[in-house]
């Protein structure tokens, strides 16, 4: 016995009409240029929910040409900061008063939750858009303090015409997360949703161009990564790229920009990251993080926190705790506001998932709950717990992105710190501990762009998001975020009319 069903009411509406599946360019919905489609799939019925324009190479030139168009000649780029702002705003109110929409959409397209989605994931999506809104008036140069008697200034200006490649397990944040700071800066974008989440990033387009965004800044060219995706990143009138997605494929985007025009490139990739319970640890909190930090959106989080390090004399006690939550876990329909795990968000993810599970049992490592697929229908996998990992492990080293937790047993703060770092990755990682040294010197020592102290999955909008290593590079969320979509002017000019100059 894994987990347990989830048997609550839902006032949830299970259901909502497909209207967009075209690709979304120069402001139009229109078909690809071949006239192919590809099919999406519900996760949690594998039924097909529509068939979507397949956009390729020849669909990515139009839209690169709306948007080129756009940044070129249209008024987005040269609207007073405010304009921007007051449109932005008025997108994030259309994102709000559209939740119920999006948030079916995201459960449908990706099995996501509801609830989570309603009243978490698109609040969040809505309140990006208006922190970026706020700093779309304060894009500010410097004034230079230069060794002759010259003037100086610079102008911060926007990049140009930005790509965009998104992933599936976050489909309307991740859109928020590139679309509001590009935005913001004056950018005009095309982007590439991932090809098993096409729909959201399709009303969203939809709800740009209500709120007022002008034809051809944002287009939306659904389609597959070595088609679709290959050609953002190679394009040579696309001025900047960023990808969120695995390493592998992040490393062949950062070749074709450096194979094209030689495009700056932002890569938030995938992870490893650790959660270390010290001995002084509140075991009940440590517990329920660990949990919440691995099974959310059902394990598919680039910041899962999905090697948890316990130390030795609290190892038993602590996996005893988190052994109960895990099987208490509830599982089920997506729409219903008690269930709080659902299906995998495909099939191939599905299977890669059982796979992990399945080496992780051949290596040795106790299962001790979960490891199985669950009910009759639909990709779901019971929440699963591992204990006895050891490093040298595939389930200590490969990103399972999945509902799999996996303990390892330390002694040491000197020794955690070297294991914790033994990895490719450096996304993120959680420390618990009630002791102020600790706490500081292992943040210090942690090789990560995010250290959450006796908290975890503390990501916000105001805080930069970004990796160490092959997690990757450039940081989304924050003003620092606007960086990768503004460059820099220096403009001079003599004083006064001088022979020293
Ligand atoms: P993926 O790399 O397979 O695909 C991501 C996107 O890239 C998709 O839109 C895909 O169509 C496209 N793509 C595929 N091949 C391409 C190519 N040759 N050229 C250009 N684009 C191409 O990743 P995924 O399976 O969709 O997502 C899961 C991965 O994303 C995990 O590794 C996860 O850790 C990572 N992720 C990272 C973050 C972060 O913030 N660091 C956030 C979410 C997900």
């Known amino acids: 016995m894994s987990s347990v069903v989830a048997n609550g009411?839902?006032?949830?509406?299970?259901?909502?009409?497909?209207?967009?599946?075209?690709?979304?360019?120069?402001?139009?919905?229109?078909?690809?240029?071949?006239?192919?489609?590809?099919?999406?799939?519900?996760?949690?019925?594998?039924?097909?929910?529509?068939?979507?324009?397949?956009?390729?190479?020849?669909?990515?030139?139009?839209?690169?040409?709306?948007?080129?168009?756009?940044?070129?000649?249209?008024?987005?780029?040269?609207?007073?900061?405010?304009?921007?702002?007051?449109?932005m705003l008025r997108f994030a109110d259309l994102i709000d008063e559209n939740a119920d929409k999006i948030a079916t959409l995201e459960v449908m397209d990706g099995g996501k939750l509801f609830g989570a989605s309603k009243y978490f994931e698109v609040p969040i999506c809505s309140e990006t858009f208006r922190y970026f809104a706020g700093a779309s008036d304060k894009i500010r140069g410097a004034t230079l303090k230069m060794s002759r008697n010259i003037q100086a200034y610079t102008l911060r200006e926007p990049i140009g015409v930005v790509g965009h490649i998104i992933p599936w397990n976050v489909p309307a944040y991740t859109f928020a997360t590139k679309v509001a700071p590009s935005l913001a800066a004056g950018c005009t974008m095309v982007i590439k949703p991932a090809e098993h989440t096409p729909l959201t990033a399709l009303f969203l387009a939809h709800l740009s161009k209500l709120a007022g965004v002008p034809d051809g800044v944002i287009n939306v060219v659904n389609g597959f990564g070595e088609t679709a995706g290959a050609a953002i990143s190679s394009h040579m009138d696309i001025d900047a790229v960023t990808f969120t997605g695995s390493t592998e494929v992040g490393r062949a985007v950062m070749k074709a920009a450096a194979e094209s025009n030689l495009k700056p490139v932002s890569l938030e990739l995938g992870g490893k990251s650790p959660f270390i319970v010290f001995d002084d640890a509140d075991l009940d909190k440590a517990a329920e993080l660990a949990v919440i930090g691995n099974l959310n959106n059902k394990g598919e989080m680039c910041v899962a926190g999905c090697r948890v390090f316990v130390q030795e004399g609290v190892h038993d006690v602590f996996v005893k705790k988190l052994e109960g939550m895990v099987k208490a876990w509830p599982i089920g329909?997506?729409?219903?506001?008690?269930?709080?795990?659902?299906?995998q968000n495909n099939k191939q993810q599905y299977e890669k998932v059982l796979s992990c599970i399945e080496n992780g049992k051949k290596e040795?490592?106790?299962?001790?709950?979960?490891?199985?697929?669950?009910?009759?229908?639909?990709?779901?996998?019971?929440?699963?717990?591992?204990?006895?990992?050891?490093?040298?492990?595939?389930?200590?080293?490969?990103?399972?992105?999945?509902?799999?937790?996996?303990?390892?047993?330390?002694?040491?703060?000197?020794?955690?710190?070297?294991?914790?770092n033994a990895t490719k990755y450096g996304l993120a990682s959680g420390i618990m501990t009630k002791n102020i040294d600790i706490a500081n010197t292992v943040s210090?020592?942690?090789?990560?762009?995010?250290?959450?102290?006796?908290?975890?999955?503390?990501?916000?909008?105001?805080?930069?998001?970004?990796?160490?290593?092959?997690s990757g590079f450039g940081r989304e969320q924050g003003l620092e975020a606007l960086e990768h979509y503004l460059q820099l002017k220096t403009v001079a000019t003599p004083i006064y009319d001088s022979p020293w100059l």
């Not at 329909?333 to 299906?343: C, Q, S």
């Not at 639909?378 to 399972?400: H, K, Q, R």
């Not at 250290?451 to 092959?470: F, S």
Request: with cysteine; proline share 6%; charged share 30%.
């Open 444 to 470: 210090r020592s942690i090789k990560a762009g995010a250290v959450w102290i006796n908290c975890y999955l503390a990501l916000d909008r105001d805080a930069p998001h970004g990796g160490y290593k092959m």
């Open 9 to 87: 009411s839902s006032k949830s509406p299970k259901t909502h009409e497909i209207k967009f599946t075209k690709l979304f360019i120069n402001g139009d919905f229109v078909d690809s240029i071949s006239g192919n489609t590809f099919e999406t799939i519900n996760p949690t019925t594998e039924e097909v929910i529509a068939k979507v324009a397949e956009g390729r190479k020849e669909d990515v030139d139009l839209a690169v040409k709306a948007a080129r168009e756009a940044f070129d000649n249209g008024p987005w780029p040269r609207l007073s900061g405010e304009a921007r702002r007051n449109i």
């Open 333 to 343: 329909d997506p729409f219903d506001l008690a269930t709080r795990h659902g299906p």
């Open 364 to 420: 040795g490592a106790t299962l001790v709950t979960g490891g199985k697929p669950f009910g009759e229908k639909g990709y779901y996998i019971e929440p699963t717990l591992f204990t006895n990992v050891t490093d040298d492990m595939s389930i200590a080293n490969e990103e399972i992105f999945g509902p799999v937790i996996s303990v390892f047993k330390f002694k040491t703060v000197e020794e955690v710190i070297k294991r914790a």
